[in-house]
């Protein structure tokens, strides 16, 4: 079955970086592309970035660009999330999450766990 | 970017139909996806393409969409049904996602 697996979660003070990591199983990962989505406290869903199947292609959330960068490793079957100067919105639980298709339909069939994020001084 | 707006709040008797609205221009270039989201929980999957339910959701989950506004029915709510759901959609711009704020649902 279909599973993401996350780690990297923390604390992390302002303006430092954090990098989290997804481990896929269960499907052929280099054929969808992967989300990661986010959750502040208390607060509802936030799309935050998006990669191609081959890692060719990213888009951001204006929050976020220039500051996070998404990639993958299709060896590994696994998904990142570097994230630089962060500040205290950045704060919340991190979902990775998988496209239903083997296109870019901006639909998540399958989500991780989520990974808490607190950026705090 | 556009948004996705939908009511905080809805409840509904346990056994009867309770509808949850989303409303944004992109609905009208776009369908909703619907996820379900109970505490301490990732989101769920519930409705996407309009009206498809991946496999494993329950029939009462149904959706439906009409001009700038998507809709998402539970006929027959259960008490496990008590969650919070958000409509999602493509933005404008074809790459980006935007949900809506969420709507708790109330099972009573």
């Known amino acids: 079955q279909v599973r993401l697996e996350q780690s990297g979660g923390g604390v992390v003070q302002p303006g430092r970086s954090l990098r989290l990591s997804c481990a896929a199983s269960g499907f052929t990962f280099s054929r969808y592309g992967m989300y990661w989505v986010r959750q502040a406290p208390g607060k509802g869903l936030e799309w935050v970035a998006l990669t191609s199947n081959d890692g060719a292609s990213q888009y951001y959330a204006a929050s976020v660009k220039g500051r996070f960068t998404i990639s993958r490793d299709n060896s590994k079957n696994t998904l990142y999330l570097e994230m630089n100067n962060l500040g205290p919105e950045d704060t919340g639980v991190y979902y990775c999450?998988?496209?239903?298709?083997?296109?870019?339909?901006?639909?998540?069939?399958?989500w991780g766990q989520g990974a808490l994020v607190t950026v705090s001084s | 970017s556009s948004e996705l707006t939908q009511d905080p709040a809805v409840s509904v008797a346990l056994g009867q139909t309770v509808t949850i609205t989303c409303q944004g221009a992109s609905l009208r270039s776009y369908y909703a996806s619907w996820y379900q989201q109970k505490p301490g929980q990732a989101p769920l999957l519930v409705i996407y393409e309009k009206n498809r339910r991946p496999s494993g959701i329950p029939d009462r989950f149904s959706g439906s969409s009409s001009g700038d506004t998507a809709s998402l029915t539970i006929t027959g709510a259960q008490a496990e049904d008590e969650a919070d759901y958000y409509c999602?959609?493509?933005?404008?711009?074809?790459?980006?996602?935007?949900f809506g704020g969420g709507t708790k649902l109330t099972v009573l």
């Open positions: 999602s959609s493509r933005d404008s711009s074809p790459n980006y996602v935007i």
């Open positions: 999450a998988k496209d239903l298709a083997a296109a870019t339909t901006l639909i998540f069939d399958f």
